[in-house]
């Protein structure tokens, strides 16, 4: 099926209404509809503006540190006798994840459009403490939505945003996850519109939010794909990453859209196990429906409630996905599966023994699924791993799921 | 032609204002819903703004989100919704409802479907939080077809040069959103309600209704003195619930709801 597709087409969408074939759009409120215009109008300018993008360039060589590595990882290649392995080095990115690169540019905007506060919705933590970070480094007010069930599972990144002077504001109601904390983020900003800017921390969103927000993380994509071209002198044959919203996900696979004999698959969180119904994986098990401003695969029960989402990761549990993600699915051009809670404990400690790098509890469902994927592969061949994060916040979670006091 | 055009045009002709309540279907319990609707209409309510429940209300403050909350908690879904209509259309033919909700339920529902279950349930209107103009084209072709009104809010932050774009999808009445936020927060400025409604009026001879902020008999005909009515909603809930929570019944927690609504009308009809 992706053999028939023309690679133009990527880099067709969004359309002039956000959408990407039937998903994406812009299903919010109206009060929020002249700050996305606007948004749309100042990103769309600064987009080719050659300084605006010097400036982006700057900040993440000097600021962030990147380009970020590809890691051979060898010794794991070895012991699964498949394909190679090479992991793009997200985790040492400043503040441990690809967030970052997301965060960087958003605040970028949030300067040139002469907002003085910002605010970010966050999960895991990691998009908190990027946007903590960056509204340090440029002394902007900041304030971050956290599920008040995410601030318990990820105490360390709590303390990392208030150490970085940002207020971190527990939400209560619904599931206490990402989720509300994105509809407690979206209150905030139609309350205090004029001076706010929301800074959402994946490629979900209404437009022009998973437009912008992949094209801050295609960066890596970028890099990965010159990056393999010098290390193995080719493409790789497959690229894998974990699938929350799916703002690393896009940006590794983004730039290789439109090489067809580069296979992707993006790994949602199984959860339990997604026949049991408590995952996160929407784009596995869900159906198509309006959350959150856009279009999209949902987690929704048949009266058109959003469900309870389960994952041992904070960062991956979230009942939607990036509406690229939909179209990308529903034409066939991305794999999309699953790992459970399970698999990615399992994977957790095989990395951090066998190559020395913990990865995060999300990252960690993409290296269950690139073993298995590596195994009926061939040496001859490659997979690049998008390693989103490092595992340092979720210790905590995994000592106490072993029983271990730290 | 929906309730509501011949509604508003006897209001009209009478120098009257539209008193449009607010209630969660459903909250605080499944029974109460029609009932309460009644009592309201028996307060001197002229049209009824019934809110679907959803498990994401994102433009709702915290007093509404409670009652979706409660309403989930009760598993009143969209087609129950449809359901305590049609119930509430066996005594009363005349007071025009609205069902106010959320995008997702109705695109689970299918347009087509979701119209026709509205004109047989016989809903007079729609309005959709997070259907912006730019959203609605396939589902308005539905709700044309069985002469169902879609409502479009229009906010402060709404450009000029947007306001007919709206209006340009819009029947039955136009709700204005008096405050920038959500449902019962902030607080509200008359004069600047004022300038906004002649500019939307400048575009559409759609009757404007104000909601948002209105509390009581005071807020409502500040507004309702520019306006062609006034939504109460999260002003009500709280009546309801505050008195339950410090040991009212459910009848009594209505009531006080019901006495609220009408010290609202006689507010508005003495201005
Ligand atoms: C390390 C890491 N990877 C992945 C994710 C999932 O987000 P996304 O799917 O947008 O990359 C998160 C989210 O918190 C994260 O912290």
Known sequence: MTEMIS???????????????????????????????????????????????????????????????????????????????FLKREDLNHTGAHKVNNTIGQALLAKHMGKKRIIAETGAGQHGVASATVAARLGLECHVFMGAEDIKRQSLNVYRMKLLGAEVIPVTSGSKTLKDAMNEALRDWVTYVDNTFYIIGTVAGPHPYPMLVRDFQSVIGREARRQSLAMTGKLPDALVACVGGGSNAIGLFHPFLGDEKVAMYGVEAGGHGVETGQHAAPLSAGTPGVLHGNRTYLMQDQNGQIMETHSVSAGLDYPGVGPEHSWLKDIGRVNYVAANDDEALTAFHHWTRTEGIMPALETAHALAYAEKLAADMTPDQHIIVNLSGRGDKDILTVAAIEGIEV | MS?????????????????????????????????????????????????????????????????????????????????????????????????????????????????????????????????????????????????????????????????????ANASGFIYYVAVKGVTGAGHLDSSDVGMHLDVIRAETTLPICVGFGIKDAESATAVGAMADGVVVGSALIDTMTVAMESGDSLHDGIEKAVTLLGSIRTGIDNM
């Open chain 2, 3 to 167: 309730r509501l055009t011949p509604c508003f045009e006897t209001l009209r002709d009478s120098g009257r204002k539209a008193v449009i309540p607010y209630i969660v279907a459903g909250d605080p319990t499944v029974a109460s819903t029609v009932p309460m609707l009644h009592r309201l209409v028996a307060a001197g309510a002229n049209v009824l703004e019934l809110g679907v429940p959803f498990s994401d209300p994102m433009s709702e403050g915290p007093v509404i989100q409670r009652g979706h909350e409660r309403a989930l908690a009760n598993h009143v879904s969209l087609t129950q919704v449809l359901d305590m209509v049609a119930e509430f259309r066996q005594g009363d033919q005349v007071t025009p409802i609205v069902i106010m909700g959320y995008a997702n339920p109705v695109e689970r529902m299918g347009y087509a479907d979701f119209a026709a279950a509205c004109a047989a349930a016989g809903v007079d209107g729609l309005i959709t939080v997070d259907l912006p103009p730019e959203e609605v084209g396939p589902l308005n072709v539905e709700l044309q077809k069985v002469a169902i009104d879609n409502i479009f809010l229009i906010s402060p932050t709404t450009p000029a040069q947007r306001v007919g774009t709206i209006t």
């Open chain 1, 7 to 85: 690679p133009d087409l990527f880099a067709s969408v969004p359309d002039p209404d956000g959408r990407f074939g039937p998903y994406g759009g812009k299903f919010v409120a109206e009060t929020l509809m002249s700050a996305l215009a606007e948004l749309e109008v100042v990103y769309r300018g600064l987009s080719c503006d050659p300084d605006f993008q010097k400036e982006f360039d700057s900040d993440l060589a000097h600021y962030v540190g990147r380009p970020s590595p590809l890691y051979e990882a060898s010794r794991m290649s070895d012991a699964i006798g498949g394909a190679r392995i």
